[in-house]
């Protein structure tokens, strides 16, 4: 079956880093994607990685290993807006996207 | 760029009414549209993806006959929940992306509530 974990909830304090692993098993693969949803809100995008490595963007970055079936979003300098659930999603080989359950982020001040 | 548009945001009705919901990709068009629904502190669950043309994939458990599916053009799907009752009461949101390797870029949601 096609498996997508990562932890359900974390807490991090205001300007420190935070990352949020994402462990996959899917029948085959063709990117992985990370989304942020605020409570009672619609996802938004963040992130695609389809090669290994890291990818950055502003404070946020994400990292792929494709060998592992492992990826992380990294978090700097936190701020009490980035309270939210954090999604990863993988796009198998039918380019169907299989969801994760998503990642509590609870920021303290 | 990529803004996909949802209307309305909140519908509150009595039972047995009909409910439409409209999704449109604003500003480039999409091949495929997704429609999910999730209920508070659950997971997004995919109802349904529609080709542009072509007759919706319904995922297992969803009733196509309740959950009426038109993609008309490349930039607008909409979605009837047929005479809805107080557990179809949920958060429904859609998505659009452009091509099969590209993000799913999500409307606002369109929180349903029926009485």
């Known amino acids: 079956g096609q498996n997508i974990d990562q932890p359900t909830e974390m807490t991090a304090t205001e300007g420190a880093i935070v990352q949020i692993n994402c462990t996959y098993q899917t029948s085959g693969f063709n990117g992985l994607f990370w989304y942020q949803q605020h409570a009672g809100e619609a996802p938004t995008f963040l992130s695609y990685?389809?090669l290994d490595g890291l990818e950055e963007k502003g404070r946020f970055s994400s990292f792929l290993s494709r060998s592992k079936g492992y990826s992380y979003l990294l978090l700097k300098e936190l701020q009490m807006k980035d309270s939210a659930s954090y999604l990863c999603?993988?796009?198998?080989?039918?380019?169907?996207?299989?969801w994760g359950a998503g990642t509590k982020l609870i920021i303290k001040p | 760029g990529a803004v996909v548009s949802q209307h309305p945001s909140r519908v509150i009705c009595k039972s047995g009414t009909s409910v439409k919901i409209e999704c449109r990709s604003l500003d480039f068009q999409a091949t495929t549209m997704f429609w999910y629904r999730q209920f508070p502190k659950q997971s997004l669950m995919l109802m349904a993806t529609?080709?542009?043309?072509?007759?919706?994939?319904?995922e297992q458990g969803v009733e196509k006959d309740k959950f009426l599916i038109n993609h008309a053009s490349l930039t607008l799907s909409t979605l009837t929940v047929t005479s809805a009752h107080p557990e179809d009461s949920s958060f429904y949101i859609c998505?659009?992306?452009?091509?099969?390797?590209?993000?799913?870029?999500f409307g606002d949601g369109t929180r349903l509530s029926i009485l």
């Open positions: 998505s659009a992306r452009v091509g099969e390797n590209q993000p799913q870029h």
């Open positions: 529609s080709n542009e043309g072509s007759k919706a994939t319904y």
């Open positions: 990685n389809v």
């Open positions: 999603a993988v796009l198998d080989s039918n380019y169907q996207l299989i």
